[in-house]
């Protein structure tokens, strides 16, 4: 079985919570609540915490890997059939992760180069690391957050310019309560996506520690999450970031550094890319891991295949276009993702302490003590 | 394992094949760059006009041979006329290597939103371009000029606007971000610098000729120097400039003696103030600088006399302050970012003027105080002639 660090789940636990919101998430805080995006990520930080212990809770009482674990708590059947459902949403996020990509290299990039050529060159890297195994993909997405990360947000402090104007953070009242909320959820959806750790998890060496590890990439995620939603705000407004598909991409082509560093979007697509990778590569093995789980299979990787060339077709045909990925993004995708990575883990959770034994002690995982 | 490796092997040929860069590759030779790009309407506003001017390729054994040609064409779009333009060229115009953006005083007057689109959604402008206006003038007729010894209308521009802010302190570089900033937002509109066509020991010339104002979608007027240097200095941070004042001397002619002081620096901030159901901006200009010409070669300048240049020199920078604000209120156009200020500081009174806001920015009463402190004399404290 392949074994990895806590600090390999940490480097995949921040690439799988950052890089979608890193290219849409401060549109849609701008569009949701203008400038009050920093406020919503202040107040995502309680729910989040809530994930964590949820996440870590199931974990530690948990003797198989999601959506194993999904049948030792609620039955064979109903275990069975919610795994199926997690199957196809978990594919969502990888087919999701590269629609976006898509669209947001198409759209400021080379809006020549046709997408079937733009997804081959995104999935088979993955699919090639994939069926190599789980540990090719990690150290792959371990170089990446010591690379790319601090590369992708350095681009956005570049932004930081002369006509960078930090009132127009301001006023810091005067938004409804309801778009607050919802601002709140948007953000809660990205650190959702830290229910990977319920299936790699068990692969950890310490997995007692991983509560550490988990916060500290909850905490990482929250500050970049500030740093990307302030970042166009305090540059181009609220009004203009709105209306901008990929604001991330706008400031790194307005930076101008003393004309000497500038012209340096095509750094920023470099510093995306590998992270879309990582999104694409953890979630598409969690899908895959997952119906192995679900149907018994010996070995994940025959389905590696056969999603790979869904992936490709279902990329194309989920969104007819950009305007109806960001209602996607907007509308729906957050109530899917809140319910099955939020809720329903939460639930779980609740149900695990409910059943829990008096005398067990909490904070052991069966399989691993 | 075997098929690993070819596996390994056919993804890193797939993924260096795309890496080639071949999608919307243009190769050089069969292209050419435009250096500035006019955006215009046609005086019966039915259609709108682009202009280019392209940087042609140096020839090496020719010196008098033309550096730029400038094609326009019209259409119903920009994009319409600039596939006009395409058309009449042999080589694909890269739209892209555009720094400067001469936009048309029609159209500034008629209609701003006919060209917002084209300056914000493609990635074939860049938002760090200028933009200017054609004062009086169309953007073809601006490019046509050369101004020596530069080679084009776009490097002459942005020559002209970036080495004057430092020394004269009148007018700054707008961006094309900065202008759309100022359009999407509320309670702030944008001004940009004017280029006039001047005639110039007979030969035509550019010069940076005031503001123009606008309010909502319209151009509305412009700040003269006088006023320009009143919106700079009460917008930013200001570096640099020279400015005059006049000082009583019973012993010139005209009873007057003139001085130039030079604003190393400057801050502006401003307070809204609302009491008894009135509104009241406060600005407040802390700004310091040098003595840098007496008309009159002082033989002793001693403290009293600093203070009375340091009185002048405030005097003088309220006075292009006021210029500026009155001139705003005329044209009912918050330029001066009063209703941002409003909004961030006091969101409940800005939210009950907002609906009638420009009306409502014209009636404002303000008050300006200003600290000019002089710190140095260059390298002369005394003057040369003693009295």
Redesign the interface.
């Known amino acids: 079985m392949t074994r990895l660090t806590n600090i390999q789940l940490f480097c995949i636990l921040v690439i799988t919570m950052i890089t979608t919101p890193y290219q849409v998430l401060a549109k849609l805080l701008a569009v949701t609540v203008a400038q009050h995006g920093w406020l919503a990520i202040l107040g995502s930080i309680l729910p989040g915490f809530i994930l964590v212990w949820a996440y870590y809770y199931i974990l530690v009482n948990s003797s198989r890997p999601f959506p194993g674990l999904l049948e030792e708590h609620c039955g064979t059947v109903t275990g069975k059939i919610l795994g199926f459902i997690y199957i196809w949403v978990f594919y969502l996020v990888a087919v999701k992760s590269l629609v976006i990509f898509a669209n947001f290299f198409l759209s ?7 997408i079937s ?2 997804l ?2 995104i999935i ?2 993955a ?2 690391a994939l ?2 195994g789980l540990e090719a993909s990690v150290r792959t997405v371990e170089l990446i957050t010591i690379t790319g990360y601090p590369l992708a947000m350095l681009l956005l402090f570049f932004g930081l310019g002369p ?1 960078t104007d930090w ?2 953070l ?2 810091l ?2 938004f409804a309560v309801a778009d607050l909320f919802y601002g709140i959820l948007l953000v809660s959806t990205y650190s959702s996506f830290m229910i990977v750790v319920l299936t790699l998890g068990p692969f950890c060496h310490q997995p007692g520690n991983l509560w550490k590890w988990m916060f500290s990439a909850y905490g990482l995620f929250l500050l970049s999450t500030l740093v990307i939603a302030v970042i166009p705000i305090v ?3 609220s ?2 970031t709105s ?1 901008q598909t990929f604001p991330a991409f ?1 400031i790194a ?2 930076t ?1 550094i003393a004309g000497f560093i ?1 012209n340096i979007e095509i750094i920023l697509v470099s510093a995306v890319m590998p992270g879309v990778f990582g999104v694409l590569a953890i979630f598409w093995f969690v899908t895959c891991y997952s119906i192995q789980q679900v149907f018994g299979l010996q070995d994940y990787r025959i389905m590696v295949g056969p999603t790979a060339i869904m992936a490709g077709i279902l990329a194309v045909l989920l969104v007819p276009n950009i305007h109806f990925m960001y209602i996607m993004l907007e509308r729906i995708f957050p109530w899917i993702f809140i319910t099955l990575f939020g809720l329903l883990p939460l639930l779980l959770a609740l149900v695990i302490r409910l059943k829990r034994p008096k005398d067990l002690q909490p904070g052991m995982m069966a399989g691993n003590n | 394992m075997k098929l ?1 490796f070819l ?2 092997i056919i ?1 890193l040929f ?2 260096l094949l ?1 890496c080639s860069g071949c ?2 590759r243009i190769e050089l030779e069969d292209s050419i760059a435009a250096v500035a790009h006019g955006l215009d309407i046609s005086p019966d506003g039915t259609q709108v006009i682009s202009s280019g001017q392209f940087a042609l390729p140096p020839q090496a054994d020719e010196e008098e041979a033309p550096k730029f040609l400038i094609r326009s064409a019209s259409g119903p779009t920009f994009s319409a006329a600039e596939q006009v333009i395409r058309a009449s060229l042999p080589r694909h115009p890269v739209w892209s290597k555009a720094e400067t953006y001469i936009i048309g005083e029609n159209i500034a007057r008629r209609n701003i939103g006919l060209f917002l689109d084209r300056l ?1 959604r493609t ?1 074939a402008v ?3 371009s200028l933009l200017f206006l054609a004062y009086q003038s169309t953007p073809e007729e601006v490019m046509s000029t050369r101004v020596e010894p530069e080679d084009n209308a776009e490097a002459a521009l942005s020559k002209l606007i970036r080495g004057q802010e430092p020394q004269t302190g009148i007018y700054r570089p707008v ?1 094309i ?2 202008f ?2 100022k359009v ?3 309670g702030i509109e944008p001004v940009l610098p004017q280029v006039k066509i001047e005639s110039l020991e007979g030969k035509n010339g550019l010069t940076i000729d005031g503001l123009a104002v606008f309010r909502g979608r319209q151009m509305v007027g412009s700040l003269n120097e006088q006023e320009s240097r009143g919106y700079h200095l009460a917008n930013n941070a200001t570096r640099g400039g020279l400015f005059n004042i006049t000082l009583p001397d019973s012993s010139r002619p005209g009873g007057q003696s003139k001085h130039t002081l030079e604003l190393t620096s400057s801050r502006a901030s401003v307070q809204p103030l609302y009491s008894q159901g009135q509104l009241t901006m406060k600005i407040t200009i802390i700004a310091e600088g040098n003595l840098f010409e007496l008309d009159t070669p002082q033989s002793l300048i001693d403290m009293a006399q600093l203070s009375l240049f340091e009185q002048q020199g405030s005097e003088a920078l309220k006075s292009d302050i006021a210029a500026c604000i009155d001139r705003a209120q005329a044209y009912q156009s918050d330029i001066l970012g009063w209703g ?2 409003l ?3 006091q ?1 409940a009174l ?2 009950s003027l907002k609906a009638d806001w420009p009306a409502q920015f014209a009636g404002i009463a303000y008050e300006i105080e200003c600290e000019y402190k002089l710190r140095r004399t260059y390298i002369q404290g005394r003057g040369i002639i003693e009295e």
Do not use: D
């Not at chain 1, 400021?108 to 046709?114: A, E, I, Q, R």
């Open positions: 400021n990039v080379l809006p020549g180069m046709p050529i733009l081959i060159f088979l890297p699919f090639y069926r190599k006509e009132s127009r301001l006023p009242g005067g540059t181009y407004g009004a203009l209306v706008n082509r307005s101008n500038h | 690993n596996l390994g993804t797939i993924v795309c999608y919307s914000g990635n860049r938002e760090t961006s971000n900065e759309l900033y999407s937002a509320e941002q200020i909004q961030g500081r969101p800005w939210e």
